[in-house]
């Protein structure tokens, strides 16, 4: 299998939800001033342009509090909206910018050890490797209820699959159950993710389910505990 990357977002998404997730691994402490806006742009090898409307989305997000002749103030929320708010692996360190490489696509029918995600005997078989900062954590099949189109080319999909869900299928993953538990890297993996066919290793299996509470996902997530964890933050909204 010949990997492809998936449709790039944009580098000021990319942006925003890498510092989106630095501020809930929390590598900026609520208060935290951060550099001058055309430092920080240095630091992270973008333009100020792309970094100006980044932090936008920051704060339209709360995360971020700008003073007029002070700088920009991080806020810490209980609960911080993102994109990847159902990824929940972080490198050891914490946070870590997602990104994905296609490994196959299939639609087929459904196997025996897929629990219920729809009526219909088909669904789509969708293999990933997953990358924090470029470093292999994760490799990932997902089934995709068939429902919801015929086919699907790799080269549409985007390194967010709920993204391409919602955009692409009208289907918005609204929860998710999670299982944690040890497996063995499957066959299949490649050797880039850094451990071998048959090593014990971090397992998630995930049921995701639609605004209507329909399961209409399952997922089997392998991932090397060497270099990440899985970590779930909960909190509640303060009341405003």
Same mark, same amino acid.
Request: glycine share 10%.
């Given at each position: 299998? =010949?990997?492809?990357?998936? @449709?790039?977002? $944009? @580098? $000021?998404?990319?942006?925003?939800?890498?510092? =989106?997730?630095?501020?809930? +691994?929390?590598?900026?402490?609520?208060? #935290?001033?951060?550099?001058?806006?055309?430092?920080?742009?240095?630091?992270?090898?973008?333009?100020?342009? #792309?970094?100006?409307?980044?932090?936008?989305?920051?704060?339209?997000?709360?995360?971020?509090?700008? %003073?007029?002749?002070?700088?920009?103030?991080?806020?810490?929320?209980?609960?911080?909206?993102?994109?990847?708010?159902?990824?929940?692996?972080?490198?050891?360190?914490?946070?870590?910018?997602?990104?994905?490489?296609?490994?196959?696509?299939?639609?087929?029918? @459904?196997?025996?050890?897929?629990?219920?995600?729809? +009526?219909?005997?088909?669904?789509? &078989?969708?293999?990933?490797?997953?990358?924090? *900062?470029?470093?292999?954590?994760?490799?990932?099949?997902?089934?995709?209820?068939?429902?919801?189109?015929?086919?699907?080319?790799?080269? *549409?999909?985007?390194?967010?699959?709920?993204?391409?869900?919602?955009?692409?299928?009208?289907?918005?993953?609204?929860?998710? #159950?999670? @299982?944690?538990?040890? &497996?063995? %890297?499957?066959?299949? +993996?490649?050797?880039?993710?850094?451990?071998?066919?048959? $090593?014990? &290793?971090?397992?998630?299996?995930?049921?995701?389910?639609?605004?209507?509470?329909?399961?209409?996902?399952?997922?089997?997530?392998?991932?090397?505990?060497? %270099? &990440?964890?899985? #970590?779930?933050?909960?909190?509640?909204?303060?009341?405003?």
């Amino acid at each position: 299998m =010949t990997p492809d990357a998936p @449709k790039a977002l $944009t @580098k $000021t998404i990319q942006l925003s939800e890498m510092l =989106t997730r630095e501020i809930a +691994a929390g590598r900026y402490p609520d208060g #935290t001033r951060l550099p001058t806006e055309r430092q920080m742009a240095e630091n992270l090898g973008v333009a100020v342009g #792309t970094l100006r409307r980044a932090l936008s989305i920051l704060e339209e997000r709360g995360l971020l509090r700008r %003073v007029q002749g002070s700088g920009n103030y991080i806020r810490v929320q209980p609960e911080i909206e993102s994109m990847y708010e159902f990824f929940r692996l972080e490198l050891l360190d914490g946070g870590g910018a997602p990104t994905a490489d296609v490994l196959s696509v299939h639609r087929m029918e @459904k196997v025996a050890r897929i629990p219920n995600i729809g +009526a219909g005997p088909f669904a789509h &078989c969708i293999r990933r490797i997953r990358y924090l *900062d470029r470093i292999p954590v994760e490799v990932e099949e997902i089934w995709l209820d068939g429902r919801f189109i015929e086919h699907i080319d790799r080269g *549409d999909l985007q390194d967010s699959l709920y993204s391409y869900y919602k955009e692409t299928l009208n289907v918005i993953i609204g929860s998710v #159950t999670d @299982k944690i538990g040890v &497996c063995k %890297v499957p066959s299949w +993996a490649p050797s880039e993710f850094g451990l071998e066919a048959g $090593t014990p &290793c971090g397992l998630v299996e995930r049921i995701g389910y639609d605004l209507s509470g329909e399961p209409v996902e399952f997922s089997q997530n392998w991932f090397n505990q060497n %270099v &990440c964890r899985y #970590t779930n933050r909960l909190g509640k909204r303060q009341a405003s």
